[in-house]
């Protein structure tokens, strides 16, 4: 029997452990992966990351893969000049990251 790759599990076990519409948490979301199945699968979603990068590349992803009927909120990202100062004065290297990933396009 051939092995499922990491990549597709989501794909494969979301559908035999919830339901359309069930709520789907990824509490380490990494590049998406996760969310991105849920969405597919009409499930809702809650994701979460501790860096700035992967949570760009999330929102990238998602808005590529569904062009239109996707609607999300972002929260924690810095949303005006004092929120993005007040970044880069607690962990610059994640203002780095924000800043690569859009800086809030």
Not at 34 to 39: E, G, N, S
Request: proline share 5%; charged share 25%; aromatic share 10%.
């Amino acid at each position: 029997m051939d092995e499922l790759p990491s990549h597709k599990w989501p794909g494969y076990f979301q559908p035999a452990s919830s339901n359309e519409g069930d709520v789907v948490l990824d509490p380490f979301c990494g590049c998406g992966t996760a969310v991105h199945a849920a969405q597919k699968l009409n499930r809702q979603w809650m994701g979460i990351d501790i860096t700035h990068l992967a949570i760009s590349l999330i929102e990238k992803r998602l808005k590529d893969a569904f062009k239109t009927g996707l609607a999300f909120e972002v929260l924690g990202m810095p949303k005006d000049l004092d929120a993005a100062r007040d970044l880069a004065k607690r962990d610059k290297y994640q203002f780095q990251w924000w800043a690569v990933g859009g800086g809030g396009d």
